[in-house]
């Protein structure tokens, strides 16, 4: 099993940045894959990024250019930086490990609050 503790949510003005970190613990030699998905109000939940054990990166297009994964596999953490902040990005961002395989199993962690004010 995989055990992720998000940090790092809060409330910024639009146009700052806040930086979001996601701790791993468990059978991380297991996944693959991990990233950030978030919700907003009356919306689905939505990737915003991921990282692959080698590094190649995946962004939504709604972020392209503002917010930059990285993952540190010596800490099993993963960091999501997120600058030029919009009121659209408000939501609780999760933090998401996956691993591939025959069968897909993914692991989340509480989520975290982030406000965006205009």
């Known amino acids: 099993q995989v055990q992720l503790v998000e940090s790092g949510g809060g409330l910024v003005q639009a146009g700052g940045s806040l930086r979001l970190s996601c701790a791993a613990s468990g059978s991380i030699f297991s996944i693959n894959t991990m990233g950030w998905y978030r919700q907003a109000p009356g919306k689905q939940r939505e990737l915003v990024a991921d990282?692959?054990?080698?590094?190649?990166?995946n962004y939504a297009d709604s972020v392209k250019g503002r917010f930059t994964i990285s993952r540190d596999n010596a800490l099993n953490t993963v960091a999501l930086q997120m600058n030029s902040l919009k009121p659209e990005d408000t939501g609780v961002y999760y933090c998401?490990?996956?691993?591939?395989?025959?069968?897909?199993?993914?692991?989340w962690g509480q989520g975290t609050q982030v406000t965006v004010s205009s």
């Open positions: 998401n490990a996956r691993r591939y395989g025959m069968i897909t199993d993914d692991y």
């Open positions: 990282i692959s054990r080698g590094g190649r990166t």
